[in-house]
């Protein structure tokens, strides 16, 4: 997690997303074909892959991911269960809950709430998702929130929301309904969410987008914060579509890093792994 700064294009393009929402439908990712038009591929961790990361040290950092191929209906799990706390990867939540309760409310989102998700999730601005997380709540509120949005692995907390603990598969599952379907918000605010998390800055273009190819979209969070319990946190959630429709969610979370910088190739091999697998 960073603090915010170079907010100004993040507030505008918020402005944008939220003046768009008002007069044209936001789409969210074309569907996947119906029915499916071939078997699930090669698992990304299967044979060599898991002895080859944890040379480099991926079971002592705790690294997990999951993967759903909505193309296929197939799953593809890394130590699945493993639990790691989210950094600022619950930004995804976060932006789902507001969205959630504008739609309550029968109204679009206010400028105030683009705004912040506009910095909350372009430049990962803390103080906006703090601002928010006390606007919808607090912690309880963000609770009944999540098991609305279908988490059922992940235990929300405050004052540090950034401990929130979580499972990779939690996340994928989440992301892939947040993008085709499955929580209770109407297509429009799910395009929106998707027009969010493709406007990252630059310099946070990493994790679950590493290896997809030119043609393909990818909406992402990545989540990155030292701590005293577990080190560095370095995770990226994101999905990846297909331009013949569909795609894949994905998750990749780790801690116990000396560094944001020592976590990002881990975290990146896992993901060009898995592209390489289900991009072709």
Known sequence: MVPGGRVGRAVGLAALAVALLAVVACDPPKPPPSPPTYACRA??????????IDGYGAAVHHVTAAVYDDRTGCWYHLRRGQRVS??????????????????????????????????????????ATTSLWRDLGGVRAMQSYGDRLGLTQTDETEPYWGLTSTTAEDQ???????????????????????????????????????????GWEVGHKNGFAGSACCGWRVNSVGYVADPAGGGYSIAVLSDGWASMEQGIPMVETVARQVAASLTP
Do not use: C
């Not at 698992?43 to 080859?52: K, R, V």
């Not at 507001?98 to 430049?123: F, H, K, N, V």
């Not at 085709?180 to 987008?209: E, M, N, S």
């Open 43 to 52: 698992d990304p961790f299967g044979g060599w892959f898991p002895q080859y």
């Open 172 to 214: 994928a599952v989440f992301v892939e309904r947040l993008m085709q379907g499955g929580v209770p918000l109407d297509h429009d605010r799910r395009g929106l969410a998707w027009l969010y998390l493709r406007d990252i800055r630059a310099d946070q273009r990493w994790g679950v987008r590493a290896g997809v190819p030119a």
């Open 86 to 127: 989210t950094a600022s990867v619950v930004k995804i939540e976060v932006m789902a809950a507001t969205l959630l309760r504008a739609q309550d409310q029968g109204r679009p989102l206010t400028r105030s709430e683009g705004d912040r998700i506009g910095a909350m999730i372009r430049t990962s601005d803390n103080a």
